[in-house]
């Protein structure tokens, strides 16, 4: 096996170790757009540390994770359940939540119009700061 494989076979098994966790606290409905009755996955916050942590870990279904990892394909619309999620307790959640709407805002004013009502902690201001969507 390639070194490239073994690193992401023991990354996938560290961040499995959050999983029962993950599950409790999302208590299985997707932590950003709240959908329930779905397939969910971990799902990494950038900046992405070397070792996994738990607080940048979210559990989400497909439809978020598929558009978070291609913004390219982001659904307007399905983004509007963002009102909710920028309030989150989970700071993963409410940062990604910022940054898609940071993302949105260039052509949606609903989004714009949410960004202005966020307050956001000194440190999830610059966690916003470190990632943006699309950015390699």
């Not at 779905?38 to 989400?60: G, K, N, R």
């Not at 709407?101 to 201001?125: R, S």
Request: aromatic share 6%; charged share 25%.
């Amino acid at each position: 096996m390639s070194k490239g494989r073994d690193k992401h076979q023991e990354r996938h098994h560290d961040l499995s170790m959050f999983g029962k966790d993950l599950v409790r606290r999302c208590g299985a409905h997707c932590e950003l757009c709240n959908a329930s009755g779905e397939s969910l996955s971990i799902y990494e916050v950038p900046p992405v540390a070397a070792e996994p942590s738990y607080e940048h870990c979210l559990m989400v279904c497909e439809t978020c994770k598929e558009q978070v990892e291609r913004p390219k394909r982001l659904d307007a619309n399905h983004w509007r359940c963002l009102g909710t999620t920028m309030w989150s307790e989970v700071t993963a959640a409410k940062v990604t939540a910022i940054v898609i709407l940071n993302h949105l805002a260039k052509n949606e004013p609903w989004a714009q119009e949410l960004l202005e009502q966020a307050y956001l902690q000194p440190e999830e201001t610059e966690w916003i700061a470190q990632w943006t969507l699309g950015a390699k």
